[in-house]
């Protein structure tokens, strides 16, 4: 056995936690996360040739005739799990997905984002992203789960109407321990809505660490009897829970390559292209960043859901805001795209809109004119007149935006790509057969 530096050094951190079992993680294409458990002794054996599992059985990867496949934990990722009691203290890696022949397998999310990491990178550039992850917290009755928010808070309140403080108090707690700083947490607006911010980061490590937010907060929810729901539109009439992701393109050196002092905005040309690049594909990028029937409950008007193809700097209704300039905060210079939704895959969906943007940059893609007007309340002759198009309104409409569309193809790649369609054209085919109350109500007695 060889092991390297890293994964002696990894070896030496379990034994000093008292890790007794460890947590091998990865994501199928639509993001759930799926583990298999190993004793600690199988550690050094594992970071040295991983370990075996049947890839058949995972959403997205392979047939059964291809099932063997194997699992290689990142040392970089390793992290004690908190919230397991000492006798079964656990720690997890998160894992990339190989094939038996060592190479890294074209269906794993983690893969296809460092395939298209490594393309913006022989351009000399670094793509960093912050996500910002709203979520519900829900009561349990008699172990099961409701829909009956726990909390009747607002935006920003604090105790006592927002009972949850505590629960996001122990929620970043645990991140700390975890290795992750959170920027910020606060009541959203939505009763039982919260946000969590995580430190911007490379967008590896970004996915990475929304995955292990995700994680966490489900887990100390479930500590507090609540449970944590990522689902984007879970309430009638109230907030949708969305994933706004701050980008920027840095240089090797760590420049922020989107300022600039001499324009309006702060923006360099090459943030332009990029912006033009997202807004070109954005229709596409929507099956990736809200893959789901219910994420276009979320994206309609009226809930500060972006809903237009526009882009601005005050106006939270267009897709794209330019957040303001603070002297002295040059590297802070970002877009924040505002269509994703936390039940999207967030490797895939970086993957997608970096390769959107790179676009851009590479065709020098010009945005259209900022529109800082509420397009909420904009009559349909003025949109036209400001060429604003729509985002499509249903998973479905995505998906054909999405097969019409070469550059999000790319990014996922052929295997994925079908993978991902069959799975989404399945998921609204059950849908639209579906008999919802909202019918039996309207029809049953009325025809």
């Known amino acids: 056995m060889s092991l390297d530096a890293a994964s002696k050094e990894i070896l030496e951190r379990a034994k000093a936690d008292g890790v007794r079992f460890v947590n091998l993680q990865f994501t199928d294409i639509l993001g759930s996360i799926k583990s298999v458990a190993i004793p600690v002794e199988r550690l ?7 370990i075996w599992f049947d890839g058949s059985s995972i959403l997205g990867f392979v047939r059964i005739c291809e099932s063997d496949m194997i699992l290689r934990p990142d040392p970089a990722t390793y992290a004690v799990t908190p919230w ?20 890294p397998f074209e269906g794993d999310p983690r893969s296809i984002l460092k395939k298209t990491l490594a393309e913006a990178s022989k351009l000399g550039y670094v793509y960093n992203c912050g996500p910002e992850v709203e979520f519900y917290l829900f009561k349990k009755e008699e172990g099961k789960i409701t829909t009956s928010p726990h909390d009747v808070g607002g935006y920003f309140d604090y105790s006592p109407r927002d009972m949850a403080s505590n629960v996001r108090k122990d929620i970043v707690i645990a991140l700390e321990q975890m290795g992750l700083t959170a920027e910020m947490s606060h009541h959203e607006c939505g009763p039982g809505q919260h946000e969590i911010d995580i430190r911007y980061a490379d967008a590896l490590t970004a996915a990475d660490n929304a995955i292990t937010l995700k994680y966490t907060i489900k887990a100390i ?24 992701v701050h980008q920027s393109l840095f240089d090797k050196k760590g420049k922020n390559l989107f300022y ?3 324009d309006k905005y702060k923006f360099s040309k090459l943030a332009y292209h990029f912006l033009a690049g997202q807004l070109e594909h ?26 237009y193809i526009c882009w601005a700097q005050i106006n939270r209704s267009a897709l794209i805001r330019i957040p303001r300039y603070s002297p002295g905060r040059e590297q802070a210079t970002r877009l924040e795209l505002r269509c994703p939704d936390p039940s999207c895959n967030p490797y895939i969906a970086f993957a997608a809109m970096l390769k959107a943007g790179m676009d851009g940059v590479k ?23 400001l060429k604003i198009d729509m985002l499509p309104f249903s998973i479905k409409r995505a998906v054909e935006e999405l097969k019409k ?4 193809q790319e990014a996922l790649g052929k295997h994925t790509l079908e993978k991902f369609v069959e799975a989404k054209l399945a998921e609204f085919d059950d849908y639209r057969m579906q008999i919802t109350p909202w019918e039996i109500d309207k029809y049953l007695e009325a025809l």
């Open 282 to 307: 954005a229709k596409a990028l929507a099956a990736v960043v809200a893959p789901t029937v219910n994420s276009y409950k979320r994206l309609v008007s009226g809930y500060e859901a972006p809903v």
């Open 221 to 244: 929810a479930q500590r507090h009897d609540l449970y944590a729901s990522f689902m984007p539109k879970p309430l009638y009439k109230q907030a949708g829970s969305g994933m706004h």
């Open 405 to 408: 569309d070469k550059i999000v």
């Open 44 to 50: 050094a054996d594992v970071l040295d040739k991983g």
């Open 84 to 103: 397991t009691p000492a006798e079964r203290k656990s720690a997890r890696f998160l894992c990339d997905v190989h094939t038996p022949d060592g190479e």
């Open 260 to 262: 600039d002092a001499k």
């Open 363 to 385: 065709r020098e893609l010009t945005p259209p004119k900022p529109v800082e007007e509420d397009v909420y309340e904009l009559d349909e002759s003025r949109r036209a007149e």
